[in-house]
Every structure is written in structure tokens, then in C-alpha cells.
């Protein structure tokens, strides 16, 4: 009967899209409350050179330890707290935690120069206080600005106006490094980014995925290989950075090697971490 009453009430009615609405109003009313109660945490990954495998930056990533559910991943928080707005203040927690992280790491290790890389939502890049936030972050842990550098997905960029967002170049002016995440999944305006402070572009997981040693794409004409091959050329003639995501192979982190990308991230050089183990990893010098 409730389809009879058309397309929409039919998706009223259907209790399990009624159920996971209500874990997802659930989740996102429990935001602000886990936010007071210190229930994020930041884990972070390895983002290391591909020429001789040093650990250069590391990426922040929340987690929610929720109390009931237990760990809780980035991919189902994130856009409820974009859409209730949360996203500000828990991004603002993210920055200063990840500074106060990184500005340790920096008094035990100066030689290491470990930068940490931070993501940044669309609505928070957006936000007209964020160079403040940021500004704060730096001065309140001492972290020098260039050892910060923040991640923005190509649609982040380019702002709810249609036009790259003013605070890129006073971010860039406070010192800190700026990325493009997920690259070559969005839309790109080349004849913007060439004008962008922009320091380094992270290559998207599924090109990198594509790419496998033993030629089993070859029925895909190594596609995902030569747009690699591509958007690395791209970013060196833009004078950028390249790092690939998603390196979860030794073959494809020589492939992505021999095709002169600059740095890799991924499960073959370590999933994300609590910070104690970034710490050791840079006591032992080495892969950890
Ligand atoms: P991202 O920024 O592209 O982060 C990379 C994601 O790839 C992470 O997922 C990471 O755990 C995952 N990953 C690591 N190694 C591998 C691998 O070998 N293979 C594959 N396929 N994936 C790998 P995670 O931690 O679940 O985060 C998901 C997304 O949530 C992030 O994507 C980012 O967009 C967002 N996010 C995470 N932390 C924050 C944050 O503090 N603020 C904001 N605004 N967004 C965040
Ligand atoms: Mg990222
Ligand atoms: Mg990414
Ligand atoms: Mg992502």
C-alpha cells in the first residue's frame, strides 16, 4: 500500500531505511556531547618518499571511540558533522591536536622535520574563521608553520562561490604547506590550480589500485598506469609534489617510483597509527 501512495512515501515506510535513518540522527545528535566528553582521537599514517623510503609527513585521521559502538571511522561522522556544522569546532580540535602531536615529535626528533598533514571539510575551508584556527593551532603549540599542511579536495577548493577560496592565499602566507586530496576524482580547473599556492597533489587510491606489476591490466591497456603516469608530470611541470595514495603493494610502490612520483601513503608502508607509534617509528629511524 505505501508504494501505491508513490516513490517517496514508499521511502517513508521502508523500515530499513527508517532504521538507519534513525542511527544516523542517533550518531550525529551524539556529536557535540563525544566532542566535551574527548572522544575523538587522531590516528596517524606514514606518508614516506619513494626514493629511499624515509618517513617525510604523516596524515592526521579521526576516529570517534564511541562508548557502545566502539571505534568509529572518519567516512561515517564526517558528513554528519559537515551537515550540522560540528564539523568547525571538531576540525579546530583535529588542528590543535594534530600540531600538539607533531610540535612533540618535533622536540624529540628536529632532524626528522616530520610535517603533519591535516584534512580540511569543504563547510570548514569555507568557514571565514579558519586562517584564525589555524593561526591559533600554530601559535598555541609552538609547531613552526611549515611542518602543518592541510588537505582540501579539489570541490573544497573551488568553495560554495564557484571560485578558488580567498583564505588559500592567506593560509599559504601563514607558512603552511597546502595539498589537493583525492586528485583526479573531481573537478579540477587547471587554469586555476596553476595560479593556487598550492604545494603538493595527492593522487585518488583508485588510479594507484590500477596499478600492478605483473600486467594484469593489461586488458585495461594500463589506463590507470599511464594517467598516473600523466597527472605526475602535471604536478612536477606545476612544480608540486606528488603523493599516491593507497600503496598497498610493493610492485605498485615501485611502479609508482619508477614513474617519479615523490611520496606514497598506503598499507605498504603503514596503516594509520596512535601517535606513541609514529614516535617509535622515528626512534627506530626505519620502517616500524
Ligand atoms: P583521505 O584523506 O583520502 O584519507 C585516506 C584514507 O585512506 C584513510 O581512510 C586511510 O585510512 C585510507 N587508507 C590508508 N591506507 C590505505 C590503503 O592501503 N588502501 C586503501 N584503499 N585505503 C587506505 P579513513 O581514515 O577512513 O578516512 C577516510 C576519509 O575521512 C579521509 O580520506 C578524509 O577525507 C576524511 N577524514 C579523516 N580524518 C579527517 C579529519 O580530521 N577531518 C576531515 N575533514 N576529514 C577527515
Ligand atoms: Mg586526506
Ligand atoms: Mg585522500
Ligand atoms: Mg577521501
Redesign the pocket.
Known sequence: WAKAEGRGRWAVYDPERSAADIARSALAAGLPAALDRGEFV??Y?PIVSLLDGTMLAV?????WQHPELGLI???RF?GL??ETGL?VQ??AW??RQ?CRDAEGWRRAYPDARLVVS?????R?ADDPAIVDTVAEALTRTGLPAELLQL?L?ESAVMGTAGEPLRSLHQLAELGVRLAI??FGTGYSNLAYLRRLPIHCL?L??PF??GIRADGADAAADHRDERIVDALVRLAHALELWVTA????TEEQAERLRALRCDTG????????VPAPQIRARLAGGEPA
Do not use: M, S, Y
Not at 591535516?118 to 569543504?122: E, H, W, Y
Not at 595514495?245 to 598497498?248: D, H, L, N, P, S
Not at 601513503?265 to 594509520?272: E, L, S, V
Open positions: 587522531l590516528h599514517q596524515e592526521a585521521l579521526v576516529r571511522g572518519p567516512d564526517i558533522a559537515e564539523i571538531l576540525g583535529v588542528l594534530a591535516v584534512n580540511l571539510a569543504a570548514q588537505e579536495t586530496d583525492d595527492k585518488a587510491g594507484v589500485e595514495e593507497a600503496v598497498e601513503q598506503g598499507r605498504w608502508f603503514g596503516a594509520p
